[in-house]
C-alpha cells in the first residue's frame, strides 16, 4: 500500500437538513478506531508548524471543523499534503507516520480524534531518529 492508500481522506456524511449541517463521527465505525481522546488546536496562525512528531501507537483523524489547515504527511519516504478545509473531511493518520500541520487560517479550529490517552513517552519528536527508525 502506497503512503496515500494507508493515510485516507475520509468523508463523513451530512446528516443535515434545512436547520443547518449536522456530522456524526462514530468510533470503529466512521474511523477505523475507538476514540479515547478528543483535542483541538486553535489560536496558530500562518507562521506556525505544529505536529512535527510520529507517534509509536497512536491512531488519529484530524478534521478542520471550522477554517483551514494543512497536514504534511510522510513516512520518510513518501510524502503528500492535505488541505483540511471542509467539516466533512478529515485525514486518517496510523501510527508511525510524521504529520506537521501549518497554514492554519485565523478561524481555524483543527479537531484531533485519537485511538489512546496520551502518553509522551510514544512519540518521536527528532525527524532524524525516525528516519533511522523508518530505515
Ligand atoms: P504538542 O504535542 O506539542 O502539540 P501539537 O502536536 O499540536 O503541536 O503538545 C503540546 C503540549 O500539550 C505538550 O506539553 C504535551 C501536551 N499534551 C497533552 O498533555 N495531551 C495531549 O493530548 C496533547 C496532544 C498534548
Known amino acids: 500500500m502506497n503512503l496515500k492508500e494507508r493515510c485516507p481522506i475520509l468523508n463523513f456524511s451530512d446528516l443535515g437538513d434545512e436547520r443547518g449541517k449536522l456530522v456524526v463521527i462514530e468510533g470503529g465505525q466512521d474511523i477505523p478506531f475507538d476514540i479515547q481522546r478528543v483535542f483541538y488546536i ?53 501510527p508511525m507516520i510524521w504529520k506537521d500541520m501549518y497554514a492554519f487560517s485565523p478561524d481555524s479550529v483543527l479537531l484531533c480524534l485519537a485511538s489512546t490517552h496520551y502518553d509522551g513517552s510514544e512519540y518521536i519528536r527528532d525527524y532524524q531518529e525516525y528516519l533511522k527508525e523508518m530505515q
Open 42 to 94: 486553535y489560536g496558530s496562525d500562518d507562521t506556525i508548524v505544529r505536529g512535527q512528531h510520529a507517534n509509536r501507537r497512536s491512531h488519529f483523524v484530524l478534521i478542520n471543523v471550522a477554517g483551514q489547515s494543512k497536514v504534511r504527511i510522510t513516512d520518510g519516504k513518501e510524502e503528500f499534503v492535505v488541505d483540511l478545509d471542509r467539516p466533512m473531511m478529515g485525514v486518517y493518520i496510523p
